[in-house]
Structures are given as structure tokens and as C-alpha cells.
């Protein structure tokens, strides 16, 4: 079993002093709490008896419903029948690898990936290939000449594991010619893709991209969604829909896990979307998350030396910032913790030890002035190390990784990028 970035850092940052750019979490301080008072009001009236009792191990009909109702503002339709309410996303990803995963099996994953996978990948025993990414998201023709390897070794993954829009952690989507491809692929090759989709309807500019299980159909494409990102991650409640082999067997692993998911959480659900338009909620949160996001890549740009490089998302949580080299961020980190301020590693996203000059920050529990004091505590750190490696070295301090592109647009104090730009075949 591996250790969780996310596990090792919560402890330190729930210390008040402590500014964290570290966790994925939605700022829960945005829900009314008239709104709450009155959806516990509405269940302790109406439903009291049944919130305190053992529900079924697929969830209830009115939480599918709900479920249903998210999916098709993102335009798919499912049927509640192939829905499994589950103890969060992260509980899908876990089901799902239980599921189908046998110690050595290969999954594929993009590189970097969501952190909180990659222990339950580990504690499972899989071989993860990772796929690298640039700034239209995964590189699908090295997908492709990875399966081809695999092929000729006798190896087969057991499904593909992907975040297509406003990646985790590098805030990058997949394009659609890529998405299109991807699909097809799974279908010729009669691959199983899991498509993690937390951050879709948290859009800050551009169009919305259709999500695979539209250009899938449900034939091979399992769909795992959450709460956690448009109403709070404390009812602990996601969802997975998955083709009905599949969904029987996640079904069974759910049982032995848990027996069933909250039936209180599921009822708060239901109650919330029959008291309020929950569309409105998330637009305001889009518009809070929209602003934090400029503040942190404008803070980027102020405190953040030349060398270093960063994503700009349209959507979604997180930054992905990547420094010169001979920087570990590892270490940096636990330099920056002396100064009271936390970020995510870049290794963590990895399982080859890959990504140890970046970093994934955060943007949407801060308000502005803490993201600005925070980035400028990390930024004060970095510009010591690369003074001192200059000093070390008597090399120029304007280092750049060796991986790194041309910077999209320059900016004052940094350079700001989309990851890497996708590479084009020549035509024909």
C-alpha cells in the first residue's frame, strides 16, 4: 500500500495557521445555511425514520433521479438503473480497480494523474502505464503505441483510467478529435474506460466539450460523478454508471464494502434539489472559483521566478506549476511547511517517480488575499533555492526544465502554459 498525498497533508493543514494550497476542496462556506436549515427541517419532518435506516446497496431511486438530473445538464442520459450511489468518487475508482484489477494487471493512466488514485491503484497491485499529456490532455497516439507494446508482451489492460475535462491535477481537457479517437479505440479494442468527471459543469470560459459516455453510448465507458464538487464533499456521495456485467459485479464489491452508502446523505440530496435550483448554486460557485483562479495566476506571475512554468485551466480546481530541475518539490514542501503553507507534490501523481519539479496547487477553498500571501510564501522559498543553486553551480539562476515548451504567452515574473503543445502528424 502506498501512502495518499491528501492523507499525509490533511493533518498538518487543519492547523489554522497553516495556509493550504494542498486539497481539492470546494469552499463549503459558499452554501447558504438557511438552505441547509431548511433541507434538515424538510427530513427530520418527513423523513426521519427512513434517513436513520439501512438503505439498498445501489442507492435510492430519488438520489438516482437526482443523479440523472446532473448528467443530463451535462447532456447524457442514463437510465437510474445503471446507477450505483456510492461513499464518494474516490469510492468508485476503489470498487472499480476491486472489481476488475488482479495483482500485476495493467491499468492505464495519464501522466501526471489524480493523486488520490494512485494509492488505491497500489493497494491493488496494479501495473499502471501512465500516458503523457499536453495541453490537449492525453497524448492518445502514445496510448496507442503503449497498447501496441502491451499487445506483443500478452498484456492487456483491464480498463484506462481518465480525467478528459479540467484534469486533476494538471487542469488541462481532452480534446475532442482526441475524445473521438479515445472512444474508438476502446471499441476496437474492446478496452473498459473510466471516466472521472468531478470538475465538468465548474466551466470559467470556452465551450463544454461532450463527456465520453455521449461518444461512447455506454458500451465501454464507465461514468463515475460526484456531489462532492457542486454541493459539499461532507454528504460523501458520487455514482458510478457503468454497462449492466460491470455494474453487477461493482454492485457485489459495494456490498462487501459498506453494504450501502448514507441514506441520510442521500435524502439531504433529494431534498436539496426539490427546495432549490441547485443550477444556480454552481454558477455562483463558478463565479468565485473563476476569480480565485485569476488571483492565483496572477500571484504566479508576481512571485514566481522566470524559470517556472504553470498551467491557466478553464475550469476546474487546480494549477499545475512546474519549476526548473534541480528543484524536488518533495523537499521544497517541507521547507514551505516551516513557513506555514502547503501545496501537492508533483510525485504524487506519478507511480514511476516522475514530476519531482511540480507542484499541483489549489485555488478554490482560498479567498484572494490568502492565495496571494500563500503562493507569495512558496515563491519567496523557490527564489532562495535558485539563488542558492546559482551560487552552488555558478550557472545563470534562469534554468529551465529540460521537459519544458515554448511558453505560450510571456508573462512579467513567470511564463504561463497550457502544458506542452500537442504535437501534429504530418498530413497524410
Given at each position: ?160 483510467y481518465t480525467v478528459p475535462t479540467f484534469q486533476n491535477p494538471a487542469g488541462v481537457s481532452m480534446a475532442l478529435d482526441r475524445r473521438h479517437r479515445l472512444v474508438e479505440i476502446a471499441h476496437q479494442r474492446e478496452l473498459l474506460v473510466l471516466e472521472d468527471n468531478p470538475y465538468g459543469m465548474l466551466r470559467y470560459e470556452g465551450e463544454a466539450l461532450p463527456p465520453l ?108 506549476a512546474t519549476l526548473p530541475d534541480f528543484i524536488d518539490t518533495t523537499d521544497l514542501l517541507a521547507r514551505c511547511l516551516r513557513d506555514n503553507v502547503a501545496f501537492v507534490p508533483g510525485e504524487q501523481a506519478y507511480l514511476d517517480g516522475r514530476g519531482r519539479n511540480s507542484m499541483r496547487l489549489n485555488f478554490s477553498i482560498s479567498d484572494e488575499e490568502t492565495i496571494r ?56
Open positions: 500500500m502506498k501512502s495518499s498525498a491528501m492523507r499525509d497533508l490533511m493533518a498538518v493543514t487543519q492547523r489554522p495557521e497553516v495556509i493550504s494550497l494542498a486539497g481539492g476542496l470546494p469552499d463549503t462556506s459558499t452554501f447558504p445555511p438557511d438552505t441547509f436549515a431548511a433541507v434538515a427541517q424538510r427530513i427530520a419532518t418527513e423523513s426521519c425514520a427512513k434517513a436513520l435506516q439501512y438503505g439498498p446497496t445501489e442507492g435510492l431511486d430519488g438520489t438516482k433521479a437526482c443523479i440523472a438530473e446532473v448528467m443530463h445538464a451535462e447532456g447524457m442520459r442514463c437510465d437510474p438503473e445503471d446507477v450505483i450511489v456510492t461513499t464518494g468518487g474516490q469510492q468508485v475508482i476503489d470498487l472499480v480497480t476491486k472489481t476488475l484489477v488482479d495483482p500485476g494487471d495493467v491499468v492505464v493512466a495519464e501522466a501526471p494523474t489524480y493523486p488520490g488514485a494512485v494509492p488505491t491503484f497500489s493497494s491493488y497491485q496494479a501495473d499502471v502505464v501512465q500516458i503523457e499529456m499536453d495541453a490537449d490532455g492525453m497524448r492518445v497516439d502514445l496510448l496507442e503505441e503503449a497498447l501496441d507494446r502491451l499487445e506483443r508482451d500478452g498484456r492487456k489492460p483491464k480498463f484506462i459516455r455521449v461518444l461512447d453510448g455506454g458500451v465501454y465507458v464507465m461514468y463515475l460523478g460526484t456531489f462532492s464538487k457542486i454541493l459539499s464533499p461532507g454528504i460523501r456521495l458520487g455514482w458510478v454508471v457503468a454497462p449492466p456485467p460491470v455494474l453487477d459485479k461493482i454492485n457485489q464489491g459495494k456490498a462487501g464494502a459498506d453494504l450501502c452508502s448514507s441514506t441520510l446523505s442521500q435524502l439531504l440530496v433529494q431534498a436539496y434539489f426539490s427546495e432549490v435550483r441547485w443550477r444556480d448554486y454552481v454558477d455562483s460557485l463558478t463565479e468565485i472559483y473563476r476569480q480565485r483562479r485569476d488571483t492565483m495566476l496572477d500571484a504566479l506571475a508576481r512571485h514566481f521566478p522566470p524559470q517556472a512554468e504553470w498551467t491557466r485551466p478553464g475550469g476546474g480546481l487546480f494549477i499545475w500571501e500563500g503562493v507569495r510564501r512558496i515563491g519567496s522559498v523557490v527564489e532562495e533555492l535558485v539563488a542558492l543553486y546559482g551560487t552552488l553551480t555558478g550557472a545563470e539562476s534562469a534554468v529551465r526544465s529540460p521537459q519544458s515548451a515554448e511558453p505560450e504567452a510571456p508573462v512579467e515574473g513567470g511564463q504561463v502554459l497550457r502544458m506542452p503543445e500537442r504535437r501534429r502528424r504530418a498530413s497524410g
